[in-house]
């Protein structure tokens, strides 16, 4: 038995250690918003922050994972929502589907730097790829939040 | 065109999952073909829905899958426009895969171009029953109401929302009068339109097809022969029966059909990972078969040398011999272009659950229909035990309209009694995809003194899609000739060869599809004869596109050289063609027709240490009517990215039948680091709305190649560009 918590919540599961993060969160917890797009930490469709440090969620076995504070896209944070919104109002996502992954990634960076330039952006995200090419306005948006922040402080 | 009723009082309404009591229209949209539209005149069999409840919700029933397109916001936007609705309270809804609900496949960029006109009709005669129902209630002429924003207005300015017109507007019958909206007065066609489902992809809400879950489950992943159509001799299960949460491990056959699952030992766990490692453990003998001998660096000196000769001609005008006999110059060059993985960031899966002869399927499918008549087919039952369920698509291009996957589920979930869910690896997914097809590809052409092209040549051999659907297929069939054959040059003599290319591997149609090739081959050859002219590349393919015309391509649409040269000067006004670059750097441009779109695109280039980098895209696009101008300006941003990751790292080859790539580290993506700026620009058009998905891709790869060139003066013709060692 392993205890995780989740967005705040603590959840007992009986899983292997040697079990991704990814799969406990998927298809034994049954949050579905973090996902799979490669199993192999390539592409970043699957990350979560781990105590505020993004990590690729298939490569990690559950066991690392015990005691931390795991923040997945159904959760909130404060950089998180802001990021979500300037999504929305970008019209980011196209299929949709790296969209949490390049969330959590986005978030990771803001919680750090709070102005980051287009070279930070690009290597906090590099390790995301987007199919669907969504990546300038990934920046973009990145970009409107800190301007949205910067004018309300 | 076809009829529009109100059927807010049939009893049918349950069962396409909309709830009674509200003011329901519906139609049928089969506008495929003329036949088709009087059969159904007949038998009034509607597939598209609109509801205005009491509480003023407006229901649309979306018949197109989601992935990536932006076809729910759309297509439902044109509804909402024509009716006067308020976009705030407009539900989409996804319907199931149901021939009720016309042509449902998400393929070949036609979604707006098909249903264009028929929504618009049934949201203005929607406005015009709402305006009756409020003259009704008030006893004034209709011609004294006005809608507006989800309200009906009288011109003493009393006013009521749609919503407490319902009741009267259920008992109106349609009206045989409506007046469509001037195009000046559109609220959201043409507009930036927020999506409707961005809101549930930002916080992880959207359900994709690997996100359905049933009670009890089963988690199946499989492994598969490594050469295309091989079998299972013998295997060993024992070690993999030993991870933990795996519960059992069949063998399945193949189903020899286009879209048959491939068959081999299916691994059946409590979850995903178990599922993924049992199949690891697997030791399985392989009866290859006979695409064992495929090898990707032979074979592309076989289909080369096919090109390098005579082959079977499609099309032949005017005299080429003699062009080429009284050449001042004559010019020819090779193209080869290796296969492409669509590789959508979801891999395929699908979710089945059958119960005696009913079947329920949970699919990310851009072909509910084909869908369901292949699992119709295999459990051999009839149409209404069948529902597929279309889930959002974490991608498709192309990939998601072959449902082989779900027929893997199917044969699963029946076979072993329980709901199970398929899921491939990207390792799967990339090895056993239907690729997009490898090309060689040979164009000669002829020069007069003063730089005009006299003569064209074009011979291309690759494996054709129709091979697919009929194995030994070994020619280009007529959709994949015709993109060379309707090329709009001005030229006199000119000819077209096919030769010979048998598939093997599975073939099918990925983003852009035979596009690709053609308008690699067609704009890098063109770039070449420029400067073999002495012209400067823009004036050069003005020319050869000539004087203004339209051609007759057999098509619904006819092809205009104006709007093709208009896209082309607006990028050269757009990126300022011709003005001085830093050192290193250079623009060089691509136009092609394609889905009936206009596309031209220059590419900002640098060249440093032999590293290429690109920093501007221009695009422009004439696609017609523009219904949503932020979902096209969004397919072009992505398009680029796309005909980039093809340009610089797209690139599947076989080693002994057996595909040699993987996974992202060795078939590569763009990624955040590598891109440029798009900058796009739609023409403003009232024509009838073409392609929007798939027509950015294909000029990208050679604007790429041409820049490289007028940067370095050297000159690549084979893709991808990594393998020369340029990124
Ligand atoms: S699924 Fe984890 S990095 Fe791709
Ligand atoms: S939005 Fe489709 S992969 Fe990123």
């Given at each position: 038995m392993v205890t995780l918590r989740i967005n705040g919540e603590k959840h007992t599961i009986d899983v292997a250690p040697d079990m991704p993060l990814l799969w406990a969160i998927r298809?034994?917890?049954?949050?579905?918003?973090t996902k799979y797009g490669c199993g192999k930490g390539l592409c970043g469709s699957c990350k979560v922050l781990l105590d505020n440090s993004p990590v690729q969620s298939c490569v990690i076995p559950v066991s690392a994972a015990i005691g931390k504070n795991i923040l997945t896209i159904e959760g909130t944070s404060e950089n998180l929502q802001l990021l979500q919104e300037s999504w929305v109002t970008l019209n980011v996502p196209q299929c949709g589907f790296c969209q949490p992954g390049q969330l959590i990634a986005a978030t990771a960076l803001l919680d750090k730097n709070e102005n980051p330039t287009d070279k930070d952006i690009e290597e906090a995200m590099i390790g995301n790829i987007c199919r669907c090419g969504t990546y300038q306005r990934i920046k973009k948006a990145i970009h409107k939040t800190v301007e949205l922040k910067n004018q309300h402080s | 065109m076809s009829t529009i009723k109100n059927i807010s009082r049939r009893t049918f309404v349950k069962s396409i999952g909309l709830a009674s009591g509200g003011l329901i229209l519906a139609c049928n949209t089969s506008v495929f073909s003329e036949k088709e539209i009087t059969k159904n005149l007949v038998d009034f069999n509607p597939n598209l829905f609109v509801q205005l409840n009491s509480d003023g919700s407006l229901i649309l029933i979306a018949s197109r899958s989601e992935m990536g397109n932006g076809v729910r916001t759309s297509l439902t936007s044109i509804i909402a426009d024509e009716m006067e609705a308020d976009w705030n309270k407009v539900i989409v809804k996804q319907a199931t895969g149901d021939a009720k609900y016309g042509d449902q496949n998400t393929d070949g960029s036609r979604s707006v171009r098909y249903l264009y006109e028929t929504m618009r009709k049934m949201g203005a005669m929607a406005k015009a029953m709402l305006i009756s129902a409020a003259a009704k209630k008030w006893q004034v002429p209709g011609s004294e109401c006005t809608a507006k924003n989800h309200f009906v207005t009288h011109s003493s300015g009393e006013k009521i929302g749609f919503g407490d017109l319902v009741e009267i507007a259920k008992t109106l019958e349609t009206p045989k009068e409506y007046v469509l909206k001037s195009p000046k007065d559109f609220k959201y066609i043409g507009k930036k339109l927020r999506s409707i489902d961005a809101e549930d992809y930002v916080k992880g809400k959207a359900i994709f097809g690997l996100d359905k879950r049933l009670p009890n489950m089963k988690f199946v992943a499989i492994a598969r022969c490594p050469v295309t159509f091989g079998t299972v001799k013998s295997f060993d299960k024992s070690e993999a029966l030993k991870v933990a949460g795996v519960e059992a491990i069949i063998e399945i056959p193949r189903v020899e059909k286009p879209f048959g699952a491939l068959g081999g030992v299916a691994v059946i766990a409590s979850n995903t990972w178990a599922a993924f490692k049992g199949k690891e453990a697997l030791k399985i003998e392989w009866d290859f078969g006979d695409n064992k001998s495929y090898n990707s660096k032979t074979y592309m000196a076989e289909i080369t040398a096919n090109v390098h000769k005579q082959g079977k001609v499609a099309k032949d005008v005017g005299n080429i011999n003699k062009a080429f006999k009284n050449a001042h110059k004559i010019i020819e060059s090779t193209y080869q272009l290796p296969h492409l993985s669509h590789a959508p960031m979801e891999v395929p899966n699908a979710v089945a659950w059958v119960q005696g002869d009913s079947c329920e399927v949970w699919a990310p499918t851009q072909a509910p229909q084909t869908t369901r008549k292949e699992v119709i087919d295999y459990l051999k039952t009839s149409e209404e035990k069948v529902t597929i369920n279309v889930t959002f698509l974490g991608g498709g291009f192309g990939r998601k309209s072959k449902p082989d996957y779900v027929v893997e589920a199917v044969m699963l979930s029946k076979e072993l009694n329980a709901p199970v869910q398929v899921v491939w690896t990207r390792e799967d997914d990339i090895k056993h995809d239907y690729y997009h097809t490898v090309s060689a590809q040979y164009l000669k052409a002829s020069l007069d003194k003063n730089g005009n092209v006299t003569g064209w040549l074009h011979r291309f051999a690759l494996p054709s899609i129709v091979s697919t659907f009929s194995p030994g297929v070994d020619y280009a069939a007529g959709f994949e000739i015709a993109s060379a054959s309707n090329i709009p040059f001005d030229i006199k003599n000119m000819k077209i060869e096919v030769g010979k290319a048998l598939a093997m591997v599975r073939i099918g149609w990925l983003r852009s599809v035979i596009n690709i090739p053609h308008g690699f081959s067609e704009n890098v050859f063109a770039d070449e004869l420029a400067y073999a002219a002495n012209k400067d590349p823009l004036e050069f393919r003005l020319n050869l596109i000539g004087k203004d015309r339209i051609e007759d391509t057999q098509n619904e649409i006819k092809y205009n050289t104006a709007r093709l040269k208009n896209v082309l000067k607006i990028v050269v006004k757009n990126a300022e063609w011709g003005k001085q670059l830093p050192e290193n750097h250079a623009y060089g441009l691509a136009v092609h027709y394609s889905f009936y779109s206009y596309v031209a695109s220059i590419v900002e280039v640098s060249v440093i240490n032999k590293k290429v980098k690109v920093h501007n895209v221009f695009t422009a696009i004439d696609c017609g009517t523009v219904v949503n101008k932020d979902t096209v300006k969004a397919q072009m941003e992505g398009s680029a990215i796309f005909g980039m990751s093809l340009a610089f790292y797209g690139k599947i080859t076989a080693k002994d039948g057996a595909i040699e790539q993987s996974n992202y580290d060795n078939y590569k993506m763009i990624r955040m680091h590598e891109i440029p700026k798009v900058h796009v620009e739609i023409v403003e058009s009232s024509e009838k709305p073409t392609g929007v998905g798939e027509p950015g891709v294909p000029v990208i790869a050679p604007a790429i190649v041409n820049a490289i060139f007028k940067a370095t003066g050297k000159r690549y013709h084979n893709l991808p560009l990594s393998d020369y060692g340029l990124v």
């Open positions: 298809d034994i917890i049954g949050l579905t918003g | -």
